[in-house]
């Protein structure tokens, strides 16, 4: 069994925390205001159920990527980058409408980060899983607004 480099580890479960962090930049002042605005599918979950799950997706996103250190990550970036692009675009500018065309984007990068990470991938499902829960949301505000 390899031995873990706590340094790497940390580094690698800090760096989507922080891109989530800044996504909740974005995104925290707008729930109580814009998005209560809103009408939302029947299917829509309760806010607080966001936090946690964000939390939990970002800890696995950390490990997946603790477990590629030093091999390609472009995929990884992109995605990454594209996951806090969505919360500017939704909630910063309040574009449901432009956001559902880029979280089709980040959809796609998640799907090829997985494959580009072999059996490291696995990590990631629950991450696609979510965005694509995501993507219906998204789009049933969009339609519904």
């Keep these: ?83 806090l692009l969505w919360s500017v675009i939704f909630f910063g500018m309040e574009r449901p409408d432009l956001a559902l065309i880029e979280i089709l984007f980040l959809w796609w990068a998640i799907w090829k980060t997985i494959k580009s990470f072999g059996k490291t991938g696995v990590w990631l499902y629950p991450y696609l899983v979510w965005v694509s829960f995501a993507t219906l949301l998204n789009a049933g505000i969009w339609w519904i607004n």
């Design 1 to 83: 069994m390899k031995k873990i480099n706590w340094s790497k580890l940390i580094i690698s479960i800090l760096i989507p925390q922080i891109i989530g962090g800044a996504g909740a930049l974005f995104t925290t002042p707008k729930i109580q205001s814009w998005y209560a605005t809103l009408n939302k599918p029947f299917f829509s979950p309760p806010n607080w159920v966001f936090g946690p799950v964000w939390t939990i997706l970002f800890l696995m996103m950390g490990i997946s990527l603790y477990l590629r250190w030093n091999k390609n990550l472009k995929w990884f970036w992109v995605q990454l980058f594209l996951n």
